[in-house]
């Protein structure tokens, strides 16, 4: 199987759209997408209910991609924030992420807890505190699993100084740079163009967030070799959610919703349980 160290290198940019358990995993596998993107976010949203803002623990993510890794086999990009603390936590959270099946993984530079990309008040480690990170990690990394660098500069600093802190990340073994939240499609092209031939570049899309939101197309078209549309998933599904609870609790009833919904023998037929009794079976008593 290429890695997605390997495909960044081909023509052709890989959209991958955000998960966060093994259900949701499996249905992008089955759209399919080249790869998913195991949303830190998305793991705060829909297994507690909380906002993105580093309430999430290491442990807590690799049980999450662990499910996952149950159900998909396609390539999952992890989203580990900070990498949950310094040099030496970053090479623990590596390990375990590297053991529980993680194709990439995307380590960010700001303090320690974070916040969501696109928050207000972001705050920021020293570029050389972050170099140092990223060595930390290389150092304990011992498969073709990639390392994604991530700075949150534009927001604190200021567009030049984030494209500094970028090459210095690339500069120390990025395997792809991620400038976050550039506000418009120039500055998104100015990224592409800086990189371009250096190392490969990923674009965040976030609906309501503070980069327009451009199509997989047009940011192939300006260099890049990753987008993900991390959030996306999440927001569809409590936009639907809300709806559906609503007009249950207006009709006492399912049925205005049974044309937008699975009934039991499509959830069934969808995840397979036919398959897993069948294989279950293959293991009752045989000679």
């Known amino acids: 199987m290429v890695s997605l160290k390997q495909r960044f290198a081909t023509p052709g940019i890989v959209v991958a759209p955000g998960i966060y358990d093994g259900l949701s995993a499996m249905l992008v596998e089955q759209s399919g997408f080249e790869a998913a993107y195991l949303s830190g976010a998305s793991i705060c949203y829909t297994r507690f209910g909380f906002p993105d803002i580093g309430l999430v623990s290491?442990?807590?993510?690799?049980?999450?991609?662990?499910?996952?890794?149950?159900?998909a086999t396609i390539p999952v990009i992890v989203d580990i924030d900070t990498g949950f603390g310094n040099a030496l936590n970053v090479q623990?959270?590596?390990?375990?992420?590297?053991?529980?099946g993680a194709s990439a993984v995307?380590?960010?530079d700001q303090v320690t807890p974070k916040r969501c990309g696109h928050l207000k008040d972001k705050a920021l480690i020293p570029k050389a505190e972050m170099v140092g990170k990223i060595k930390a990690a290389l150092d304990a990394r011992v498969g073709d699993m990639a390392l994604i660098c991530r700075t949150d500069a534009i927001a604190v600093e200021g567009f030049d100084k984030a494209l500094a802190r970028?090459?210095?990340?690339a500069a120390a073994g990025a395997d792809m740079i991620f400038v976050e939240a550039p506000p418009s499609a120039d500055h998104l092209a100015q990224v592409a163009k800086r990189y371009a031939g250096k190392v490969p570049v990923m674009a965040n899309m976030v609906e309501g967030g503070k980069t327009p939101i451009l199509s997989g197309e047009e940011l192939d078209k300006l260099g890049y070799k990753l987008v993900i549309f991390p959030g996306g998933t999440v927001r569809a599904l409590a936009f639907a959610l809300q709806d559906y609870f609503q007009s249950l609790k207006a009709h006492g009833t399912t049925t205005p919703w049974r044309n937008r919904m699975l009934d039991f023998a499509g959830i069934n037929k969808l995840i397979d349980t036919d398959g897993f009794l069948a294989r279950g079976k293959s293991f009752d008593g045989g000679s």
Not at 92 to 100: D, K, N, P
Not at 166 to 169: F, I, K
């Open 92 to 100: 623990r959270t590596i390990r375990g992420f590297e053991r529980a």
């Open 106 to 108: 995307q380590i960010e």
């Open 166 to 169: 970028a090459d210095a990340y």
């Open 58 to 71: 290491v442990s807590e993510a690799i049980d999450t991609l662990a499910a996952i890794r149950e159900r």
